[in-house]
Each structure stands twice: as structure tokens, then as C-alpha cells.
């Protein structure tokens, strides 16, 4: 496994609410990635890290915003979460600059918002 | 019209078989090509990374890239039950580190 933690692993919570959902990582890998996967869209690009405080949006960042403080920390928070966020989270990790690194991926976390 | 295109499936197919999956593609820029099994409950976890055209093998998984079609396939020799998930193809330019993914083929292999 790439040491890789996700957490929650579960959640279910009501619209409106505030969420937070955090990567953990052994890595010391520079680059992390949070996805969101449903069905029929396969995975798609939340936001990325290149950096501790370099973060970047990615094809679906409306709704999201993250945060890195710590090279092994990555946080995606739902400021006020909607019912069209409800999906399967995975956060990813890569160990270098450019397409050449491949990225491993954690076992996500399953957020329902009723 | 989505960039990365992959058929659903289900593909079901009796153990033993040779397997194929493969994945279409729009934008010329992609470089690297990645193929993730995913089983259920749990995330992708990479089987083959290749770069440009041509052929990777690796065990029983066999990687193909043909650029000029915009075409990558991944085939599964002597499939097992144990073989039975979600295959995902992924995709980037060579400059950035962004992966555009396929929608997954689900994939059943009966014993």
C-alpha cells in the first residue's frame, strides 16, 4: 500500500453543514490530489497540491476548497454541503514533478448528504 | 463529447479467457497512459504505466498504446475470478501532472 490514510471513511451529514475530509500520508510525497468518483463520470479532479500552501483547482472545484499545512496533510472541506456533493471522495498522492510520476490512491471515503 | 471515452461493461467472461479493454481518446497532447484496477470499496490501485505508443507487458497484463489511433487497450491472459473489478484507463499530457480518467469498465470473471 502507498501509505496513504483517508478519513472519514464513512460520513453521512444534512445539507448545509460544513464537512471536512482529510489525507494522511507516509510518503513525504510532494504532490496530493483529491477526486471525487461517481458513476458513469469515472474520477474527476477536485483540487491539487504541489506544495505545503500550493494548491491548485482542478476540473471540479466549484463548492470545495483545501488546505495543506503539513507535506503529509491535505485537507477538502464542503463549506456548506449540497446534496449533488454526495459521491465517493479518493485522495492521491504522486512522489514527483510532472506526468511522469504516477499517482496512488487512497481507499476513499463514502459522503452522503441527505 | 468526453475527452477519455470507455465502454461500461459489465464484460462477463469464463475463466481462462483472454480479456480486452480499451479506452478512446480525444486530445493529442496525452503522453502517458495508465491503467487502475479498482475493486469494490476500495481505490484504484495501478497495474500498467506506459509511455508514448507501443507495448508493456507485465505478467499476465499486456499494455497497448497506439497514438495515431488514439487508442490504448489492456489485455488480461489467462483471466482468474480473483481478476474481477473495475478497470480504469488514465491518461496525461507530458508537461503537468493532471490525469484525465475513462469511466471504468466493470469486469467478471466466472469460474
Known amino acids: 500500500d502507498a501509505g496513504i490514510t483517508q478519513s472519514p471513511r464513512h460520513k453521512v451529514t444534512e445539507t448545509g453543514t460544513p464537512v471536512t475530509l482529510r489525507c494522511h500520508q507516509t510518503e513525504n510525497h510532494r504532490y496530493m490530489y483529491w477526486y471525487r468518483q461517481d458513476p458513469g463520470h469515472g474520477l474527476r479532479l477536485i483540487h491539487y497540491?504541489?506544495?505545503?500552501?500550493?494548491?491548485d483547482k482542478g476540473e471540479v472545484s466549484d463548492g470545495y476548497s483545501v488546505s495543506r499545512s503539513k507535506t503529509e496533510d491535505f485537507l477538502l472541506t464542503l463549506e456548506s454541503a449540497t446534496s449533488s456533493q454526495t459521491s465517493v471522495y479518493f485522495c492521491a498522492i504522486s512522489g514527483g514533478q510532472g506526468a511522469a510520476q504516477p499517482q496512488h490512491f487512497g481507499d476513499g471515503t463514502r459522503l452522503s448528504i441527505l | 463529447q468526453k475527452e477519455v471515452e470507455q465502454d461500461p461493461g459489465p464484460l462477463s467472461v469464463p475463466e481462462g479467457a483472454i480479456v480486452s479493454l480499451n479506452c478512446t481518446y480525444s486530445n493529442s497532447a496525452f503522453q502517458y497512459f495508465m491503467w487502475y484496477r479498482q475493486y469494490s470499496r476500495k481505490g484504484p490501485e495501478l497495474l500498467m504505466y506506459t509511455y508514448s505508443s507501443g507495448n508493456k507487458e507485465d505478467g499476465r497484463f499486456t499494455a497497448q498504446v497506439d497514438k495515431s489511433s488514439k487508442y490504448i487497450s489492456l489485455f488480461i491472459r489467462d483471466s482468474q475470478p480473483s481478476d474481477s473489478a473495475t478497470y480504469l484507463c488514465?491518461?496525461?499530457?507530458?508537461?503537468?501532472?493532471?490525469?484525465?480518467f475513462g469511466a471504468g469498465t466493470i469486469l467478471r470473471v466466472k469460474s
Open positions: 497540491s504541489y506544495g505545503v500552501k500550493d494548491t
Open positions: 488514465a491518461m496525461s499530457a507530458e508537461y503537468g501532472n493532471k490525469l484525465v
